[in-house]
């Protein structure tokens, strides 16, 4: 399978381009350290050839027909015009072109998936994912021999950097762990999904040993849940019998885990929802001064603690996106979501379908506790959010066989 796609990538040399692009953005954040995140590559690689295609296949009309993608052009045609009250302190014209954009990355992926050729870029998105993870824990602990003692990094050597030269700098832990995050799960995938040939298991549990340790020690419980949730959900759906087997090991080594250090664990429960409680009883409580339009795009949720420190948004995509856009935007966000879960779980008999469902579930749980905004340029909450959605909307249902009498 993975040799056909290759052979029918290669034989387009516009799906190619696209790959290369999608390719591109997904590991950019890795191997960029001027902190450019890639910006002129990804226009001319993937959206300036995305738009082409869009206006050669008379702006594949049957893509947006289905009603996630029709629930994503009402929410994004909501966030332009919000834009355009005066209260907002996002312009119309940025919130356009993000919109545009963001149009242009699902199309992209939609089509990819589609196509049947995603897996290229996907897997190795996810090869330089692994190999970034081990290089970041080599060199935070061995190169630059930071102490693996729990109270050092859980205080002040939370990973988010590899800690050379600027590479795969994330600036926070949550965006660090949401990234390679999402990526163990697409890896987990693998071993679930496709048969692999003997020598081939050991350098993919390798790869994804060396992703999960790097989310732990993230030491952000937003991306441990986020990922336990979307490796679940591919475990349990899948019907392999080395998903059960992968399902109980991994409850072997959670429980072990959970006892050897259990000390820690209790510090973790101690830390709760790291003071996000105040924050979301402060959105509540200004619940009446937004809930129908919204305070305005852009606009920063701003509460200070008691002891000075200050917070600029809700810790809560859900509940900041409603502070923004009001109860229209946050219906239509909840609605999209919905359709996208429900076409993903009536496909489920397909493997494809399967891994777009469990990358959904991850930033279903991801958007509970974190991320600020997806309504930016291309950064890395866009592969948590809009890669799957562009994943769902690329599944094509099974076409059914004539019956012979």
Known sequence: MPCESLR???????????????????????????????????????????????????????LWRQPSAQLLLALLGWVVLRGCFDDSWKAPAYLLK????????????????????????????????????????????????????????????????????????????????????????????????????AWTWLPVLVG??????????????????????????????????????LLLIGALVILLMMTVFWSRVEHEWFLGTSQRGPIWLNWLARLPEFWALGKGAGVALVYRYPWGDTVQHAHSLYLQLWFEYGIVGFVLFTLLLGTALLKAWRLRADPAARVALATLVF??????????????RPNSYWVVLWLPIGLIMGLRPPVEQPTTT
């Open 363 to 376: 930033a279903l749980v991801a958007m509970v506790s974190d991320i600020s905004n997806v309504f930016t």
């Open 8 to 62: 029918t990538l290669l034989s387009r040399p516009g799906q190619a381009l696209l790959a290369l692009g999608l390719f591109v953005q997904l590991s950019g954040f890795l191997f960029n350290n001027d902190g450019s995140r890639q910006a002129t590559q990804v226009y001319l690689l993937l959206f300036l050839p995305a738009l082409i295609l869009l206006i050669a296949e008379r702006f594949a009309l049957s």
């Open 98 to 197: 993000v919109a545009l954009l963001i149009l242009l990355y699902v199309f992209v992926v939609g089509h990819l998936q589609s196509k049947g050729v995603i897996k290229i870029p996907l897997a190795l998105a996810v090869l330089f994912g692994c190999c970034f993870a081990w290089l970041t824990l080599i060199v935070q602990f061995v190169v630059l021999d930071k102490p693996l003692v729990y109270e050092v990094l859980r205080s002040t050597g939370r990973l988010q950097e590899l800690g050379w030269h600027g590479f795969a700098n994330f600036s926070y832990p949550i965006p660090a762990g949401l990234y390679y995050g999402i990526f163990a799960v697409l890896l987990l995938s693998v071993l679930v999904e496709r048969e692999l040939k």
């Open 208 to 245: 994804l040993a060396g992703l999960l340790v790097y989310v732990l020690l993230t030491f952000s419980r937003g991306a441990w849940f986020s990922t336990l949730a979307g490796s679940l959900t591919l475990l349990v759906l899948s019907p392999q019998r080395r998903a059960r087997v």
